[in-house]
């Protein structure tokens, strides 16, 4: 029941940082905008989620988990509710924001929870399973109703769906809650302070969560203008949606895959060798993508499956260097992924400033490369990391 829950809880966030990809032709034509300028949807998304996770846990921190998880679901429906009544895309950017705060809370709170109620690797499984489904269902699903429906309601079954899952806490908290954790942000920030005095973890751990944003960077600043790239290409609203579907198997292939590899005895060389592969996709998005269809589909498949491939192996890798702030660590990630987000979809949008669209992917081959620089120069591939 806890891990339905949870999975349910980070697929509705996961879908949100994301929405509007699939989605952006119906808001541009709907709010009478261009469809680059919505790029500051998920830019305002993922950069608030990115500052206020760790300044509002810090602030929370001494308020029990299932309170804290029932007020950040009320913030988060609000900015749903307030996307469905929006008119412009300066009310729709302020509801991206609120809803934002509300999910940078939730989740590390079920982070926190999560991390509590399962052992070893399959924290990974909890977490990421509702954050791939976001990628594979969501996604493709959002997409294909926007065709038939406006792109309001949307957000609308995301409010009645959220606003269902508050209820199911409400009334079976002390069931879903397993006892009353609070995040010592404080005392684990202070705590790595003293270790990386000590020890030269410090570096290491500071350069997977630069790896972990650089990576997110690559992924958005592509996937945040998939539509107008694929359109770009001469491809259908019809093969966007099966574009979508296929990015979002290949999320879910990556992240169940990356949990499995996670408990192997050298994850971090897994790591590197999905840092290339990411890299060789995203070359092959820039080279190839417009030979047909079908190469463009299993880039895209190719491309989403080693993104997510790095996200569990990244996160196991920070919790086997950070042992005494595990929860912290793991909040730190989850900010680095939002703020590798919105670098990214910024990046995008200032790109195509100054270059057609058709190279966008030179963007994401740059990050990867400073990503797998910065792996070589932190000497993370001879690091011994022990079994937990």
């Excluded at 050298?266 to 269809?293: D, M, R, T, V, W």
């Excluded at 491309?303 to 793991?330: C, E, F, H, S």
Aim: proline content about 2%; some cysteine; charged content about 10%.
């Amino acid at each position: 029941m806890r891990r339905i829950v949870y999975s349910i809880s980070t697929f509705l966030t996961g879908i949100m940082a994301m929405l509007t990809v699939g989605i952006t032709g119906n808001i541009a034509a709907g709010l009478n905008v261009s469809s680059k300028s919505l790029g500051i949807l998920i830019t305002a998304y993922t950069l608030t989620f990115a500052i206020s996770g760790p300044i509002l846990n810090t602030i929370l921190s001494k308020v029990s988990d299932k309170v804290v998880i029932i007020i950040s679901f009320i913030i988060f429906i609000f900015g749903n509710l307030l996307a469905f009544f929006s008119n412009n895309l300066s009310t729709l950017t302020v509801s991206r924001i609120i809803s934002a705060i509300g999910a940078a809370i939730l989740v590390v709170r079920i982070l926190n929870q999560a991390s509590i109620m399962t052992k070893k690797g399959s924290i990974l499984t909890t977490v990421y399973m509702g954050f791939s489904l976001a990628n594979a269902i969501g996604l493709p699903l959002s997409t294909f109703t926007s065709q038939y429906l406006n792109w309001r309601y949307i957000f609308l079954v995301i409010t009645i769906l959220s606003t269902l899952l508050v209820i199911v806490f409400i009334i079976n908290t002390n069931n879903l809650v397993l006892k009353e954790c609070k995040i010592n942000v404080e005392d684990n920030i202070q705590e790595t302070k003293n270790d990386n005095q000590d020890h030269p973890e410090s570096f290491k751990f500071i350069s997977i969560i630069i790896i972990t944003m650089l990576v997110l960077a690559a992924n958005a600043c592509f996937v945040a203008y998939l539509s107008p790239f694929s359109k770009q290409l001469g491809y259908s609203n019809k093969t966007l949606t099966i574009s979508m579907f296929i990015l979002g198997i290949g999320s879910l292939v990556g992240s169940k895959f990356g949990g499995k590899l996670s408990d192997k005895a050298n994850p971090q060389s897994f790591y590197q060798l999905a840092l290339l592969l990411f890299e060789g996709s995203a070359i092959l998005a820039l080279l190839i993508s417009k030979i047909n269809i079908i190469v463009f589909w299993i880039i895209l498949f190719l491309w989403n499956a080693t993104q997510w491939i790095t996200g569990p192996l990244g996160v196991m890798l920070i919790t086997k260097l950070t042992k005494k702030y595990r929860d912290t660590a793991l909040s730190f990630n989850t900010t680095a992924q939002n703020l590798g987000a919105s670098l990214g979809s910024f990046s995008g949008q200032v790109f195509l400033g100054f270059k057609s669209i058709r190279y966008l992917p030179v963007v994401s081959i740059l990050f990867l490369a400073i990503a797998i620089f910065v792996f070589i120069v932190s000497k993370l591939g001879t690091h011994d990391f022990q079994q937990n």
